[in-house]
């Protein structure tokens, strides 16, 4: 239910503005890539946080009066998700780098393969590791970061403290751009994935011709070199296929929450 300002209570408002914005910054900072990398050590989450705070907060509307204890908690949960939807719709595309990767490394024969993943210190494959880190840093050349931020200042002009309502139209537009990681990964691992069912097929038909010949052996070689030809090739084209979806992600969060007013 949406809750509307002002309120009866016992928080001063400029301390309010404070946690508001802080409240903002802090759901982007724990969805966010990069930003809410668990690579990043939390002092330095906090200290940016609270940096990001002293900028945001004069962009807070001032409530005309307090509000109490409760009242504050659902305002300040609120305000949390609006962060969170912000960071999160834009790690759904790391998600599909990351399936894409996955699903490429087992067709190249690098299932079994794995490192430490610097983003969520798990062990992952070479693969989703590589992919993951050559989009970080497309995501960083491309000022996304800057493109977060810039958005969540924009969010308090078309979705004012204290108008969050988790809507159905929004809870459909974000389950519907989630389903849109699927996609994305289907679309990088495709070149590797259409190029290893040829290779798969080729070999059937020249074990069938020459029964003698190892086809096992040849056939993990040749899908590796040709997948790695072909994901040489991919990455080329990946700077204008990311920066694309980078953009429509940012986009899609801010329709998600104007829906949510």
């Not at 903002?24 to 969805?31: A, C, E, K, P, W």
Request: charged share 10%; glycine share 10%; proline share 6%.
């Amino acid at each position: 239910m949406t809750m509307s300002l002002p309120f009866a209570g016992k928080f001063d408002a400029a301390l309010l503005a404070w946690m508001i914005a802080l409240a903002r910054v802090s759901g982007l900072m724990m969805t966010a890539p990069f930003l809410g990398s668990v690579a990043v050590p939390p002092r330095i989450k906090a200290g940016l946080a609270l940096l990001l705070t002293v900028f945001l907060a004069p962009l807070v509307p001032v409530p005309e009066s307090a509000l109490g204890a409760g009242d504050a908690v659902l305002l300040l949960g609120g305000e949390f998700a609006i962060g969170f939807i912000l960071g999160f719709t834009m790690q759904l595309i790391f998600d599909g780098v990351l399936l894409a990767g996955q699903t490429c490394g087992v067709q190249m024969g690098y299932s079994l393969a794995s490192v430490l993943n610097p983003d969520s210190q798990a062990d992952s494959t070479v693969l989703s590791t590589l992919y993951q880190l050559v989009v970080t840093l497309l995501f960083i050349q491309f000022s996304v970061p800057h493109w977060l931020l810039r958005g969540l200042g924009r969010s308090f002009d078309y979705l004012p403290p204290g108008h969050f309502s988790l809507t159905w139209p929004a809870v459909s537009g974000l389950v519907g751009f989630a389903s849109g990681m699927w996609l994305t990964g289907v679309q990088i691992a495709a070149p590797v994935l259409v190029a290893s069912l040829f290779a798969d097929v080729a070999l059937g038909f020249l074990g069938k011709a020459s029964p003698q010949l190892p086809v096992l052996f040849i056939g993990i070689s040749l899908k590796n070199l040709l997948g790695l030809a072909l994901m040489g090739g991919a990455v080329a084209y990946w700077p204008r296929f990311f920066d694309a979806r980078f953009s429509r992600a940012l986009e899609a969060s801010e329709r998600i929450l104007k829906l949510a007013h």
